[in-house]
C-alpha cells in the first residue's frame, strides 16, 4: 500500500476493513449520515428518501454518485489530510512563450488573486488565450509547494490541457484523471482532471481552478460545485475560468462572493464579433421540403464568394439530413457535409474542415467549444431554439475571428422571434467589446 | 445491454435496479413453481462487501424459499473465472439436515447462467436429499 495515495483523498474500503489499521497516519471519515426520512451522502452530499437509498438489513447506499464506486453504509472513508510533500524543482515554469500587454494585466490579477487564495471569476472572452495566462499563477503556486488542480466538465477540455500543461510544467508531476482513464491514480502536485473527479479528494488543494466552469453539466449540478467546495482545503484558493458565465457565477459577483478580472480582447488584440440577427420563420417546415429562403442563401454566398469558409449550426441533430439535402441542391459545386456529437468519422471530419477540404459543416452544438477554424464565418439557424443557451450562443459566436489574419468574421443567426437566450448573447458580447475598447484606449494612453 | 445492467446492478450494487425484472421474472417464476421456490445464496462475504443477495431481489418479497446456504465463506465469485475453472468448482452449497424435502417440486433461481455449474449443483443436492423434481430459472445467459 502506498500511503500517498490517501494524501487529500477520501478512498472507499470495506467498514470492517483492518487491513490498514497499523498505519497510524491514516483517519477514518463517515460515508453516509442517516436521517429520520433521508439519508445524505458524505461524498456527493446528495440526499436520497431512506426507501429509494435502503439495501437489507438495515443497510443504505447513495444511487447518485455511485459511478465513482458505491457509498454506503458498509463502507468507510480513508483518509490522510494532505501534507504537501512536494519538493519542486526550478524552474518550475518552462514555458517560453509571451504574452500580450493586456494578457500580461489579466494574468498577474490572477496571480495575486491565487497568492492571497482568493475566489475569483476570469471572464475573457473566447479565444483570449485563457490557458497561457493560468501559468504564471500557478507556476508561483507551485514554487509555493502548493498542491494545484485544473478540473474541467468536459472530458475532452482535460485531454487537451493535459499534454500543453506537462510541457509548460516539464520539471513537475503532472497528472490527468477522469473516468475513462486506463492509468491509474498518482500524488502529483499538478492535478488535471474532470469535475466529477474532484468527489474523490478531500481538502486536497490550495488552488483549484475550473476551465469553460459554464459548460454543461457543470452549470446545472450543485453536487459539483459542493465537490468544489470540498476538493479545496479549507483556507484554499478558487479561479473560475470561463468566456460566458452563467446566471450563478454572475449573482456571486454581484455579492461580492467572487472577485472578476476581465479579459475583453483576444490574442491578437482585436474585439468580439458582434453578431447579427435575421428573421427566419418557418424555416424549419421549408428546409423539411427541401427549400431554404434566398436571404439565407445570399448570406451562406457571399461569404464563399469573399473566400471564407463556414460553419452553419442547427439546433438539432435531427435538423442536419434535412438542411444537408437542401443546400445540396444550391451549392452543387461546393464541398460540405454534417457532423454531430455521435457520428463515428467527428474527429475526421473535424480535421479535414481544418485542412481546407470542405467549404464549410452543417452542425449541432457540438462544435460550440474548443474547436478552432481559423478566419471562418459562423451561421446559426433557428437561434431562438430552446436548445442554445446565452453561454453557447457566446461561444458559436466566438467561433469566428480567431485568426490574426482575420480577426473579424461574419456572425449571422437567423430567428424566428425575440428571444431571452439570443438578447443575452448579443447583450455580453456588447459588454464585452465595450471593456475592450476602453482597455485598448487604456493601453495605447500608456505607451 | 444486459451486460450493462448487470455491471450496473451486481457489480456496482445499484439496488434500485433490481425492480426492472422483478414484476416480469416473477411470473414467470410463479408459472413454473413447484412446492419450493429456491434462490441461489451468496456467500457471507458479499453480503458484506453488496449488501444483497442480487436474485431475491429480482423476486418479490415472501414468494421464496431462502433454504440453501453458500459453504465457503470465501469461494472466488463464478463471474471472475475462465469457463474451465468454473466447471471444476467443487459443491458451493449445503441444505441445513433437518430439512425435508422428498418427494417435493423445487425451482431454482439465478441471475445469470453461463456454464450451468452453479445451477447444476445446487440441483444435485436437491435430488439427493430426495427431490420429485429440480428446474431452473434464470434471468440472463
Known sequence: MNLNDYYGRRLLVG???????????????????????????????????????????????????????????????YHVPEPNQFSPVKPVLTWQGTLSPFQQRAAEAVKEGMKRHCHQLLWAVTGAGKTEMMFAGIAAALERGERVAIASPRVDVCGELYPRLQAAFANCQVVLLHGHQPT???????TICTTHQLLRFYRAFDNLIIDEVDAFPYAANPALLFATRQALKKDGG???????????????????????????????????????????????????????????????????????????????????????KALRKNFTAEKFTTVHATDPDRMTKVQQMRDGQYDFLITSTILERGVTFAGIDVYVLGADDEVFSSSALVQIAGRAGRSPQRPTGNVVFWIAGNCRNVRQAVAQIRLMNRKGRKLKSELSSLQ | MMKDYMHRYKFLGDYRLRLVFQAELSKLVRARAGDLVVPIPITARAWQERGFNQVTGLLVPGTYQEVLDAKEKDKPAQSSKTRRERLRTPQPFCLPANLDVVGKRVLLVDDVYTTGRTLYHAASLFKQAGCSRVGSVSLAR
Not at chain 1, 44 to 68: D, F, S
Not at chain 1, 184 to 190: D, G, T, V
Not at chain 1, 257 to 282: D, F, Q, S
Open chain 1, 15 to 77: 467498514r470492517d476493513d483492518t487491513s490498514r489499521d497499523h498505519f497510524p497516519a491514516l483517519q477514518v471519515l463517515p460515508t453516509i449520515e442517516v436521517g429520520p426520512a433521508m439519508i445524505r451522502c458524505l461524498r456527493c452530499n446528495h440526499q436520497t428518501p431512506k426507501t429509494v437509498a435502503a439495501l437489507p438489513r438495515g443497510e443504505y447506499y447513495c444511487p447518485h454518485c455511485i459511478n465513482l464506486g458505491r457509498v454506503s453504509t458498509l463502507t468507510k472513508f
Open chain 1, 184 to 190: 491509474p491514480y498518482r500524488y502529483a502536485q499538478l
Open chain 1, 238 to 324: 478558487c479561479l473560475y475560468l470561463t468566456a460566458t458565465p452563467g446566471e450563478t457565477l454572475l449573482r456571486e459577483v454581484r455579492r461580492h462572493r467572487l472577485t472578476v478580472n476581465y479579459l475583453p480582447l483576444r490574442y491578437h488584440g482585436e474585439l468580439l464579433p458582434t453578431i447579427k440577427l435575421r428573421l427566419a420563420i418557418n424555416w424549419r417546415k421549408q428546409v423539411k421540403r427541401q427549400r431554404i429562403s434566398q436571404g439565407i442563401i445570399r448570406q451562406l454566398r457571399t461569404s464563399l464568394l469573399q473566400g471564407h469558409r463556414f460553419l452553419l449550426f442547427v439546433p438539432h441533430v435531427a435538423d442536419l439530413a434535412p438542411a444537408e
